[in-house]
């Protein structure tokens, strides 16, 4: 029984989405060395990875009429609104995940959103923007858009920044 779980476990790292990696967790006894302090190690991280941020102007979009409140209320004070069409089980979203978070904390007049694709609250805004890949990264100022790209690509999403505020 031990070689399965150690097998598991070596195999764990090249699982993708936390839901698997939870459930191959609470399968393996605890008892096993090593086992306790990985489901610790994973659940920081998990919580880390879904839980919302303390950034103010970072916000977790949870419904069609909350994302288009929020693009309204910046059109009036011209602000640069940044938005993040993500999912939760795609690698390369996870990867800039700490740099769009970064990039909030620096930018405290930038409006950062994040729109889960997988959402059905925010179907109506995923059809709208036509997203086809994730991450998405659109930029509207004056309520207008004004960039739009796909990847992963931090030192485009900085630079954009930049040019619009």
Not at 61 to 81: A, C, E, H, M, P
Request: charged content about 20%; glycine content about 6%; overall charge positive.
């Amino acid at each position: 029984a031990h070689r399965i779980y150690l097998l598991l476990l070596a195999r764990f790292v090249y699982i993708s989405t936390f839901k698997m990696q939870r459930a191959i967790l609470r399968s393996i006894p605890g008892n096993l060395t090593g086992v306790a302090s990985l489901r610790m190690g994973f659940n920081a991280s998990y919580k880390r990875w879904m839980g919302s941020s303390a950034n103010e102007n970072l916000i977790d979009v949870s419904n069609d009429d909350q994302f288009k409140s929020l693009l309204d209320d910046s059109t009036k004070s011209g602000q640069l609104v940044l938005v993040d069409f993500t999912a939760k089980w795609c690698g390369p979203c996870r990867m800039i995940a700490p740099t769009y978070e970064r990039l909030s904390s620096q930018n405290p007049s930038v409006l950062f959103l994040k729109v889960d694709i997988d959402n059905e609250k925010l179907e109506s805004t995923v059809n709208e923007h036509n997203i086809t890949g994730v991450p998405t990264f659109v930029y509207y100022k004056n309520g207008r858009r004004v960039e739009c790209f796909s990847g992963a690509r931090a030192q485009m999403l900085e630079d954009l920044i930049v040019k619009h505020k």
